[in-house]
Structures are given as structure tokens and as C-alpha cells.
């Protein structure tokens, strides 16, 4: 009996499927992670956290992931803002994404961060601001 070249196309295509629902799955995982990581280390020092989401809950596009805010230490008339862009799993920092970061904050009251987890900890940079 020959071999139908339609089974080999669609077990190629199940397989391409399986695999790239596989990666979703990781990548809302790690999303998910990174998101809890960041909520615990602002609740610990002292900030208020939003997430820029869409209706169903995925990241919107951009490059500002989260806003943390809270009230000046030494000024409480003042409010202290951030502008996070949130990485999550293997996702790296580029050099572009730190200048849209810089560009998006520049001439407000606001700094930047960007805040990486890597399944372990949370990495901040920079790293020198002030967390009081």
C-alpha cells in the first residue's frame, strides 16, 4: 500500500501546533511570574503597582508594562512614579528598549526601571535608585 503524503503534512502540522502552544503556554507562565515577583517586591517596599493590560488580560504593546507610585518619603504633597517595562523567562534587555524607556520619561517627574525575573529572583536596572 503507498504511503499517503497527506497523513506525513498533518502529523507535521499536529506537531508544529503542540509545539507552538507549548511555547505560549511558557511564555504566560513566565509572564505570570514575573508579574507576581514584581507584586511582592513593591508591596514590600512601599509601592502601589498597575499593569497596563488589555480587556483579556494579556500585556498591551508598548514599552511601559507597569506604573509603581507612591507618596514622597520626605514630601508627602509629592508623588513618587515609575515607568516599568516588565522581561519575564529568557526574554533579554535590549539597548533599544532602555532608550524608549528613557525617551518615554524624559521631561517628567518620573524615572524608569526595568524589572527582570528570571524564575528565581527579581533583577531591577538600574539598580541605583532609591527604594527606602
Known sequence: MPKKPDMHAAALKSWRTRRRM??????RAAEAASKEALRVYCQEH???LAFFEGATGSPRTGIIDAIAF???RENADL???RLIQLKGGKAGVSGAEIARL???????TVSWQIAAFDGE???LL???LPVK
Not at 528613557?102 to 517628567?108: F, L, Q, W
Open 121 to 123: 529572583s527579581l533583577h
Open 79 to 81: 508623588l513618587d512614579v
Open 102 to 108: 528613557k525617551k518615554a520619561s524624559a521631561g517628567a
Open 22 to 27: 507549548s511555547a505560549f503556554a511558557k511564555a
Open 46 to 48: 512601599g509601592w502601589k
Open 126 to 128: 538600574p539598580d541605583h
Open 70 to 72: 507612591r507618596l514622597g
